[in-house]
């Protein structure tokens, strides 16, 4: 079934100990849709400034990613410029030009409302409630945010988690949103905020799915780990968490039942995508992605975590 | 198979956000023991103080230890009192009184040399390696170490890795005998130093296997993982790394052949072990375990890794 996304399509400059690379097509929607369409229909919400050409287009019309949503406006797309030359976990933000992204008013193309699956990328909070509460058909919705709106947009957030199924955020964002250290106390307060469902990424460590109890299918509280796939080299991690969503937003949105299992499998097909996102530039590594690739990095994660 | 282990067995003061504990009965080689005893028979070469007594020795008789090989010197036993008041993860030393164990020359008792598996807890390289080449039949040799010994004494320590199958050692310490970030990088430099099996610990966020290839059993070079359990309170970390060396190692002892498949489980069992260790104050909640408790456990984080 279709996935709608919303969020940033951007130019990203980007440093790492491999090397530099000039306003590559980045984005959180970007990432997202490419690991999504090896899976499922996506469509993308989200607005362009007059830097955006068909070769940029191109990338997501070869992944047939419906880009009736990106709306084109005048003047230059939203970029960013980060360093991870300290510290391959966590970027050092050196710029980041809103841009157009400045005054983004999403709009829902008539031909997106059909969508059963919607992915709140991570963008204010206000826009993200707006997006859900146009499309209150969905049958699942999974989002995303950082710190930036849990500190200082909390309240618009909360609105949001509201309206969510799914959150997915890194450890230290789910420790800030729940104020507490200790990740599994943090996951259930988040979860009491909204979401039956918490992704929680833990970088090179993997993630953790957390789930609340379904009294109906007579599941208690129930806890899933997915390692990431240890790497001798991590060329540019930017991307990595959004890649994981659309890994896992994409597989879930490709199955006839969302049980348990399918929660499982898709947290291995988040680690999956994540893992390949890391291993060129920006979008480099899953725009030129097949699918049985993708099938044997998923064995390769069985290897790795199971026993038989 | 019955495990040789040298090490520390000392009185612990420690504070933690749950609370404090008073010299209470602690030590590497304790904790390994007690942790590996329910797999298989254990003997333990340590030296202890007049302030060791039959309530202390009663600790490892009740669980069948050999304690033949703890030798009463005149003084007081080694002590140490840490607090993980600002961190879970990390202890900060407030005292270490090395007392009896300043001058330790490991004793082994004629009963011990048919053991066919040797622990060489975190003590002076030194010792570790007199003790190893004591024991030349061995047919596996696991060891631990840690920063102190990695930074200042190198030569030494790098005599000992020669001697070793297994090292099992966390993050920074491979990061740091390496010289190298990547952890697989880091892993590959550590087996060139002679183990051929390498377990790195992260903490909460579980364990990695790293095994050099294989080319008799037509193995490649491999890498297994294993999730910490997520825990709502984490009582006390001191011993979690000896318990799951106890665990891993005790579990292989125990097994007629050491396959891969064998040093898969065995690294669910350390966990497992690990994750028993941390519930309670020092050994107070390993000492007290049933084995029943050990198999539902295992189970747990099988459903946590799990597919199917």
Redesign the interface.
Known sequence: MAITVVGSVAYDTIETPSGRRERCLGGAATHFSLAASFFTDVRVIAVVGEDFGPEQEAVFLRHRIDTRGIERAPGKSFFWEGSYLDN?NEAQTRQTDLNVFASFEPKIPDAFRDSDFLFLANIDPVLQRRVREAMPDVKLVAGDTMNYWIKDHRPALLEVLKGLDVLLINDTEARMLAGN?????A?RAVMAMGPSSLVIK?G???A?LFRKADPINGTAH????V?AL?????VDPTGAGDSFAGGFFGYLAAQPDLTP?AY??AM?YGSVMGSFAVERFGTERIAELSRKEIDDRFLQF???????
């Not at 250290?181 to 106390?185: F, I, K, R, S, T």
């Not at 240890?230 to 991590?234: K, Y």
């Not at 069985?302 to 038989?308: G, K, P, Q, S, V």
């Open positions: 391959l250290e200790n990740l599994v106390q996951a833990h090179e460590y993997g953790t129930s806890t899933f780990k390692p240890p790497l001798e080299q991590v299992a499982r499998r291995f069985r290897e790795l975590t199971h026993l038989d």
